[in-house]
């Protein structure tokens, strides 16, 4: 069987900006209905990648294919209004002098009157605003707004939707809401989905696939567990979390740390190395008068340390620690409420199995 076309394929993009590389050889696949979301910190590209899909900004170099078709590289380029893309961007102004309904039909350009109509009612229909059809946007809530800029991006049925941190103009509570209801529409209607995001939660919570991308470059691609559970250097666990780090030198293979040794293949003998691991998989015991919990062969060596501070977060407690032998400070983080004094001593271990190993770089 031969591998299905992907809906959006691009290849090797790059744009530079005054000598900076600002995209810099991106390439990704997106099939129809999935959703990919482009996740990385401010300034590190994704606007600039998503124009050059969108046909308003060029690149220097690479190629973009819609269905198979080449739609753009250097010398050959379909405008931008004939790539059957949609968009949605955070500031989606919706024009203030058109109705709804106008609003919703502004990109229908073929069928009859009556045709147009039925499009409109029904993707009004589906995002639950049939009712302000014939209302104006000053008459809607920011939600409802973003809602009808949903339904007029939906409406001549783009095979690809390009959306810009479409939701970050809503509270949170509404937030969620409409991020859910908008997947399940683009989901019905088949389209491949770039999303923009800066917020991690926002693309574990939109994403078949996450692009992680940092200084213009994607640095990991694939499922949200994957990414999150196989992150490939310690920015890339930092970005989803905190992320606490021991410092080590290889020697054998193995990096020594006051939680015992770490396995480091590969790796040669003096290179530095860090141990990286999140504040749920550090386990916190009792001092049990001077004696620690064993070590184990999922825990390793258990570590002393005393707690600076504590502070309840809601679902959860921030334990911040002091290890005893190295001064070097972890946080923790433990379900419901724990929030043990200041000076309280304490045990702590990690789950090995949760620790990452990488090579210091810079
Ligand atoms: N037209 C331009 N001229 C010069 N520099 C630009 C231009 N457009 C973008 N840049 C620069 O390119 C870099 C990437 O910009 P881009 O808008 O793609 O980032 P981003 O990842 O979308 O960030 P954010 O999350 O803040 O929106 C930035 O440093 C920006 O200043
Ligand atoms: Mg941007």
Same mark, same amino acid.
């Given at each position: 069987?031969?591998?299905?076309?992907?809906?959006?394929?691009?290849?090797?993009?790059?744009?530079?900006?005054?000598?900076?590389?600002?995209?810099?050889?991106?390439?990704?696949?997106?099939?129809?209905?999935?959703?990919?979301?482009?996740?990385?910190?401010?300034?590190?590209?994704?606007?600039?990648?998503?124009?050059?899909?969108?046909?308003?900004?060029?690149?220097?170099?690479?190629?973009?294919?819609?269905?198979?078709?080449?739609?753009?590289?250097?010398?050959?380029?379909?405008?931008?209004?004939?790539?059957?893309?949609?968009?949605?961007?955070?500031?989606?102004?919706?024009?203030?002098?058109?109705?709804?309904?106008?609003?919703?039909?502004?990109?229908?350009?073929?069928?009859?009157?009556?045709?147009?109509?039925?499009?409109?009612?029904?993707?009004?229909?589906?995002?639950?605003?049939?009712?302000?059809?014939?209302?104006?946007?000053?008459?809607?809530?920011?939600? #409802?707004?973003? +809602?009808? *800029?949903?339904?007029? =991006? %939906?409406?001549?049925?783009?095979? $690809?939707?390009?959306?810009?941190? &479409?939701?970050?103009?809503?509270?949170?509570?509404?937030?969620?809401?409409?991020?859910?209801?908008?997947?399940?529409?683009?989901?019905?209607?088949?389209?491949?989905?770039?999303?923009?995001?800066?917020?991690?939660? #926002?693309?574990? +919570?939109? *994403?078949?696939?996450? =692009? %992680?991308?940092?200084?213009?470059? $994607?640095?990991?691609?694939?499922? &949200?567990?994957?990414?999150?559970?196989?992150?490939?250097?310690?920015?890339?666990?930092?970005?989803?979390?905190?992320?606490?780090?021991?410092?080590?030198?290889?020697?054998?293979?193995?990096?020594?740390?006051?939680?015992?040794?770490?396995?480091?293949?590969?790796?040669?003998?003096?290179?530095?190395?860090?141990?990286?691991?999140?504040?749920?998989?550090?386990?916190?015991?009792?001092?049990?008068?001077?004696?620690?919990?064993?070590?184990?062969?999922?825990?390793?060596?258990?570590?002393?340390?005393?707690?600076?501070?504590?502070?309840?977060?809601?679902?959860?407690?921030?334990?911040?620690?002091?290890?005893?032998?190295?001064?070097?400070?972890?946080?923790?983080?433990?379900?419901?409420?724990?929030?043990?004094?200041?000076?309280?001593?304490?045990?702590?271990?990690?789950?090995?199995?949760?620790?990452?190993?990488?090579?210091?770089?810079?």
């Amino acid at each position: 069987m031969t591998d299905p076309t992907p809906r959006l394929e691009i290849k090797n993009l790059r744009r530079s900006y005054g000598g900076r590389q600002v995209v810099d050889d991106v390439s990704l696949q997106i099939m129809p209905g999935q959703v990919t979301c482009l996740l990385g910190p401010s300034g590190c590209g994704k606007s600039t990648t998503l124009r050059m899909i969108a046909g308003v900004e060029m690149q220097d170099s690479g190629t973009i294919h819609v269905d198979g078709k080449l739609i753009c590289d250097t010398v050959f380029r379909v405008p931008p209004e004939r790539r059957e893309i949609g968009l949605m961007f955070q500031d989606f102004a919706l024009f203030p002098h058109l109705s709804v309904a106008d609003n919703v039909g502004f990109g229908l350009k073929t069928g009859t009157k009556a045709e147009k109509r039925n499009r409109i009612e029904d993707l009004l229909k589906r995002v639950d605003l049939l009712r302000y059809i014939d209302g104006y946007p000053h008459q809607l809530s920011g939600g #409802e707004q973003q +809602r009808v *800029a949903l339904a007029r =991006a %939906l409406a001549p049925q783009p095979r $690809i939707m390009l959306m810009d941190e &479409p939701f970050s103009g809503l509270d949170n509570r509404l937030r969620d809401g409409i991020r859910d209801e908008t997947l399940s529409i683009l989901k019905e209607e088949d389209t491949a989905v770039l999303l923009v995001t800066h917020e991690p939660d #926002e693309a574990m +919570r939109m *994403a078949d696939e996450i =692009a %992680l991308m940092r200084d213009g470059k $994607i640095v990991q691609q694939g499922a &949200p567990y994957n990414v999150y559970t196989r992150p490939v250097d310690r920015a890339s666990v930092a970005f989803f979390s905190d992320a606490n780090v021991l410092e080590a030198t290889v020697n054998g293979a193995l990096a020594d740390t006051v939680f015992g040794q770490f396995l480091a293949p590969g790796v040669p003998d003096g290179t530095p190395v860090n141990i990286v691991f999140r504040p749920q998989h550090l386990r916190i015991d009792f001092d049990r008068a001077g004696k620690g919990p064993r070590p184990t062969a999922t825990d390793g060596a258990p570590a002393r340390a005393v707690v600076e501070r504590a502070r309840f977060m809601g679902n959860e407690s921030l334990v911040e620690f002091v290890l005893e032998q190295d001064g070097s400070r972890l946080r923790a983080t433990v379900p419901n409420v724990f929030l043990p004094q200041p000076g309280a001593v304490m045990w702590l271990t990690v789950r090995r199995d949760r620790c990452f190993v990488f090579p210091v770089t810079r």
